[in-house]
């Protein structure tokens, strides 16, 4: 079974300023995916990035990127130039193909003015 | 594309009650999913379905759990003798196909008195 693993519950960051949240994960699979969502509050999941794991190529949108290292189990997700807007619980996500979502705990972001 | 949409938003019911919770998916996709998500915690997922058929159940959290999907277009849930134990948030996503993004609806939120 797959497991994905946060391990910094809550962060906060200046507006402007870069931050960059934690994942790691557990799998045997060779062909997989790994999503980034965001839950603001009292609101719905909305979709941040998206990474497979056979581009070796980190995927970027906008101000969000992440670093991808296959070999060590790890996604991180890095927000540049931080917004008001991002504040929100962030998750981390794994999807073996044809398969159910896995996720994290969640990481609470809290982006300060 | 209006997104997936979920009914009702809310639901309080009483202990032993029966609940039904409706998704409609996002037009064409074929793939539909349900999770429950508790305070705090990141979406736990509970069954699937391509079209009309259900491809994993093992992961409902009890005989007293169903979904249907008739038709291959909207589905329910359905949890019978309700518990305190089931107030959580039920979120369903849909895909276009096995290895899309999921893309999640508002979610329901049932609290049981």
């Known amino acids: 079974a797959q497991t994905v693993t946060q391990s910094q519950p809550e962060m906060s960051v200046q507006e402007a300023e870069t931050v960059t949240l934690s994942c790691t994960y557990d799998?045997?699979?060779?062909?997989?995916?790994l999503f980034w969502y965001k839950q603001p509050p009292s609101r719905q999941m909305i979709l941040v990035i998206r990474?497979?794991?056979?581009?070796?190529q980190n995927a970027t949108e906008n101000r969000f990127s992440v670093n991808f290292q296959k070999a060590a189990k790890s996604f991180s997700l890095k927000i540049s130039d931080s917004q008001l807007g991002d504040t929100a619980m962030y998750f981390c996500a794994f999807m073996r193909a044809g398969n159910m979502l896995t996720f994290g705990g969640g990481t609470r972001l809290m982006v300060k003015p | 594309d209006t997104g997936v949409s979920q009914d009702p938003r809310h639901k309080i019911t009483k202990r032993g009650q029966n609940v039904t919770f409706r998704c409609d998916p996002i037009?064409?996709?074929?793939?539909l999913y349900w999770y429950r998500q508790t305070l705090g915690q990141g979406p736990e997922f509970l069954t699937y379905?391509?079209?009309?058929?259900?491809?994993?159940k093992s992961r409902l959290l009890s005989d007293r759990f169903s979904a249907e999907r008739p038709k291959g277009s909207f589905s329910t849930l359905e949890i019978q003798r309700t518990e305190q134990g089931d107030s959580a948030m039920y979120l369903c996503?849909?895909?276009?196909?096995?290895?899309?993004?999921?893309?999640f609806g508002p979610g329901t939120r049932l609290t049981v008195l």
């Open positions: 799998t045997s699979e060779n062909n997989y995916y």
């Open positions: 037009s064409e996709h074929n793939r």
């Open positions: 996503a849909s895909s276009l196909t096995q290895s899309d993004t999921q893309y």
């Open positions: 379905f391509q079209n009309e058929a259900q491809l994993e």
């Open positions: 990474q497979e794991a056979y581009k070796q």
